[in-house]
């Protein structure tokens, strides 16, 4: 799905003035940058005579993705329902404990989801192309071949990462992006979060954040579902990630396979 760059339809404009409340009216917008499955802006309603800012996210569903964007909607309006009364934004000193953090409570909520579900293929997993020590890739590849039981589950993000949060003056203000909230292995959310640290920064940032939040959790993540996250990775990153990131920081795309190369060393020395 690509996201349009057009302006919001009337439709949808209409629909937002209705929700807002009575003498709403959207007077201006600007689409926002960044996102790859859902198109985002930025909208200025005035309401009784003044004005404010609303974000706008719209799933465009194609003849491919319909069924899945209708259900995706669902899930994330039901998720966002039950996080609004629990998920308060809290000042933090630093940014990767912040994180941390955060990423504990949420997986301290006591809330309803669907089952957790892979997103790892394995049948199509081996040493990328570029790879410079194929033999990691091989040894990372062997641990996940048989499924891993369940023993420990909780509420969990699926997809948390720093683009998926807000920050206002340094501080972590908001988490979003809950479409694949689900009950699962808290240690995915934690690889997840590993892998984008790392082909964004190094391996040694990923573990950092691995090791606050081993701290504020009072346990060690399991390895196993750290490799099982960090082998999505595959060369389509390399395509997506300049698009999601938009110039806003900078990406040594290059380094990406090197990076990953890093990071599943340093989680296969764990075992």
Not at 27 to 55: A, D, F, M
Not at 121 to 143: F, K, Q
Not at 216 to 245: C, M, N, T
Request: net charge neutral; aromatic share 8%.
């Amino acid at each position: 799905m690509h996201p349009p760059r057009t302006r919001p339809p009337a439709e949808t404009l209409a629909w937002v003035e209705r929700t807002i409340g009575p003498g709403a009216r959207v007077v201006g917008w600007r689409r926002l940058t960044g996102g790859i499955t859902s198109s985002v802006h930025r909208l200025t309603v005035e309401q009784n005579g003044r004005r404010g800012p609303y974000v706008l996210r719209r799933w465009v569903p194609d003849g491919e993705h319909a069924e899945y964007v209708i259900g995706a909607v669902a899930s994330e309006t039901a998720v966002l329902t039950a996080l609004e009364r629990h998920l308060m934004p809290r000042d933090r000193e630093r940014w990767l404990q912040q994180m941390a953090h955060m990423l504990t409570r949420i997986h301290a909520l006591d809330i309803d989801a669907k089952p957790f579900e892979s997103w790892l293929d394995r049948s199509r997993l081996s040493p990328l192309p570029d790879a410079s020590r194929p033999d990691i890739w091989s040894e990372a590849i062997r641990l996940v071949a048989e499924e891993r039981p369940l023993t420990h589950t909780c509420f969990i993000h699926r997809d948390y990462q720093h683009f998926n949060l807000l920050w206002s003056r340094e501080r972590l203000t908001g988490v979003i992006d809950w479409v694949e909230a689900s009950v699962g292995p808290p240690d995915v959310d934690v690889g997840h979060c590993r892998l984008n640290l790392t082909v964004l920064f190094s391996a040694d940032v990923a573990d950092r954040f691995r090791q606050m939040y081993e701290a504020e959790a009072g346990r060690k993540v399991d390895p196993w579902w750290d490799v099982h996250s960090l082998l999505s990775f595959g060369p389509h990153w390399k395509r997506f990630l300049p698009i999601q990131i938009d110039g806003r920081a900078p990406l040594d795309v290059d380094g990406m396979t090197s990076r990953m190369e890093d990071v599943l060393e340093q989680t296969l020395r764990r075992l």
